[in-house]
């Protein structure tokens, strides 16, 4: 596979066919409104944004990029929907950030801007992509030694295909229905280990939970379904 091309059309065009609700608080990506204050505050706990060069691998809307912006990072957005970067780009008219986004892959930016940032962030996109392997090595070679990765996906198994698919997309009307592809979702070890690969030392593994009755979001350390890993690159 041509690293450039280490995306799904099919994949981008369930994203794009929804792209213009990426900001409505109740709409289909309600879900990532909810949970994007515990993805920022796990990661600026982690490694402290502000005043730090960061770009986000699959931003979408740009709704965890507009976060780390406004706590004083300096921000790049890339996605390969380019009906999501343009929504992304027109919502800065609205919070009056100051965001360069991107429509590229992950491997094309590693290519052009090796070892250019201090946090690397790549949320609910490894599921998403042919190789996620490859992903992960570009998100490796775009972080400088010693700085930060942060990745969040959804574990393979029994218990996540009840809740991420069955329960998100059927049950609970979470999520649009086929968002996800049960054979994509990575086991905590493999991507662990897709890491370590790519000289990223995996520094913590959290899960992260979802209560139908209280309708509340929490890290726990129950990775059964959705978790975050972070890691930390090797100084060379």
């Known amino acids: 596979m041509n690293r450039g091309n280490n995306f799904d059309p099919a994949e981008i065009a369930k994203f794009t066919e929804h792209a213009a609700n990426w900001w409505d608080l109740q709409g289909d990506f309600k879900p990532l409104h909810e949970i994007n204050p515990l993805r ?8 402290p944004v502000a005043g730090k060069k960061i770009i986000d691998i699959g931003c979408g809307g ?6 780390m912006a406004a706590l004083g990072a300096d921000v790049t957005g890339v996605d390969m929907s380019e009906a999501a970067i343009n929504v992304a780009k027109l919502h800065l008219l609205e919070s009056g950030l100051t965001i360069e986004y991107l429509v590229t892959t992950a491997e094309t930016v590693a290519d052009e801007r090796a070892g250019s940032y201090d946090i690397v962030t790549c949320m609910e996109l490894l599921e998403h992509v042919p190789d996620p392997v490859s992903v992960v090595s570009a998100c490796a070679a775009l972080v400088k030694p010693g700085g930060h990765v942060f990745f969040s996906t959804i574990n393979r198994n029994i218990k996540a295909y009840l809740f991420a698919v069955i329960g998100a997309e059927y049950i609970l009307n979470l999520l649009p229905k086929q968002t996800h592809d049960y054979a994509k979702f990575i086991q905590p070890a493999e991507l662990a280990k897709w890491a370590r690969q790519n000289r ?6 959290v899960g992260m939970t979802y209560n139908p009755l209280s309708k509340i979001y929490k890290l726990a350390t129950d990775t059964s379904v959705n978790y975050l890993l972070h890691a930390q690159r090797e100084d060379l």
């Open 62 to 67: 740009g709704i965890l990029t507009e976060s």
């Open 200 to 205: 990223l030392n995996v520094a913590d593994i």
């Open 40 to 47: 920022l505050d796990y990661i600026n706990q982690k490694a």
